[in-house]
């Protein structure tokens, strides 16, 4: 195995199995007749990989997806293999931590899109509906404030960029273009119906889910499965209920707290980096765990 990249935040012992790639937080591991996923505890915002991470983030992340996998099965088969632990067992993969943080999946081939789900107005939505009343290319009423719910939750897809590269909007014509109309259209009904399950589940436990990506992958007969994470605090936006007030950014427990701090800093938002003062590190980490916490918890309710 390749050694890891210099700026990976990794707990994880040697893994026994050839690397074979390294996303923006994943290092990704030839099983043979399956891949092994490990999640690091690395930080990305703005597309860039920071130097510092979160602690225990990455198990946090692996964790809460497979709760979610486990909550969707019925909406769309996920990309595991069954009894995650029989496997570890089988193939020798015994330390606990990297159980942890580690899915074994199947072999798919990823989709070059990612599947974004938008229930309220926030971020570059926001941004993009003040310069043209507009999101993706939908065309919203007037008067909308900061973080209101929309009409209805849209799907407004995004190139899948290299690493360090920006993902781009994507019109519905360009993922036909590129998909096909029915695997695009398949895209766009289990992403809305992803959103709404986690939306649900999410209000149940006092939380609202803002916006949400998924990503997708195929087997060799076409089947589509969902894969990579899911419904994560990486890959989504959460407001506490309690404090939701449209007219402002909400507080969230996503990145948003280390994208704040960065763009205070004037960073121009290409690698390297800056570093994170620890109390960023500190209060990031608590938002993971409340997040997940709150989100299962509220389940059980």
């Given at each position: 195995m390749r050694s890891l990249p210099a700026h990976a935040?990794?707990?994880?012992?040697?893994?026994?199995?050839?690397h074979v790639a390294s996303g923006k937080v994943r290092e990704i591991f030839d099983l043979g007749d399956a891949l092994l996923l490990v999640a690091s505890d690395r930080l990305s915002a703005f597309d860039v990989i920071l130097p510092d991470g979160i602690p225990g983030k990455g198990i946090l992340l692996t964790q809460l997806s497979l709760w979610w996998f486990e909550q969707?099965?019925?909406?769309?088969?996920?990309?595991?293999?069954?009894?995650?632990?029989?496997?570890?067992?089988?193939?020798?993969?015994?330390?606990?931590?990297?159980?942890?943080?580690?899915?074994?999946?199947?072999k798919l081939t990823p989709l070059p899109i990612e599947c974004v789900v938008r229930?309220?107005?926030?971020?570059?939505?926001?941004?993009?509906?003040?310069?043209?009343?507009?999101?993706?290319?939908?065309?919203l009423p007037p008067g909308l404030r900061q973080a209101d719910l929309l009409p209805a939750p849209l799907f407004t897809p995004t190139t899948k960029a290299?690493?360090?590269?920006?993902?781009?909007?994507?019109?519905?014509?360009?993922?036909?273009?590129?998909?096909g109309a029915e695997r695009f259209h398949t895209l766009q009904?289990?992403?809305?119906?992803?959103?709404?399950?986690?939306h649900d589940l999410a209000a149940r436990a006092g939380m609202i889910l803002a916006d949400t990506k998924f990503?997708?992958?195929?087997?060799?007969s076409g089947k589509v499965f969902l894969i990579d994470e899911a419904l994560t605090p990486d890959s989504s936006r959460y407001w506490p209920a309690e404090s939701y007030a449209p007219g402002s950014s909400p507080p969230?427990?996503?990145?948003?707290?280390?994208?704040?701090?960065?763009?205070?800093?004037k960073w121009d938002q290409t690698p390297?980096?800056?570093?994170?003062?620890?109390?960023?590190?500190?209060?990031?980490?608590?938002?993971?765990?409340?997040?997940?916490?709150?989100l299962v918890d509220g389940a059980r309710a």
């Open positions: 935040v990794t707990t994880f012992p040697h893994v026994p199995f050839p969707t099965r019925d909406l769309i088969d996920n990309h595991l293999f069954p009894d995650q632990a029989g496997e570890f067992q089988r193939r020798g993969l015994t330390d606990r931590d990297l159980q942890l943080r580690s899915m074994i999946v199947r229930g309220y107005l926030a971020g570059s939505g926001w941004s993009s509906y003040q310069k043209s009343s507009q999101v993706c290319g939908h065309v290299p690493k360090g590269q920006h993902d781009a909007p994507m019109t519905d014509a360009e993922g036909v273009a590129l998909l009904r289990l992403s809305l119906a992803l959103y709404h399950r986690g990503e997708f992958g195929t087997d060799a969230s427990y996503d990145k948003q707290f280390v994208r704040d701090h960065l763009l205070a800093l390297p980096g800056p570093r994170l003062p620890a109390d960023v590190i500190q209060r990031t980490q608590e938002k993971y765990l409340t997040a997940v916490a709150r």
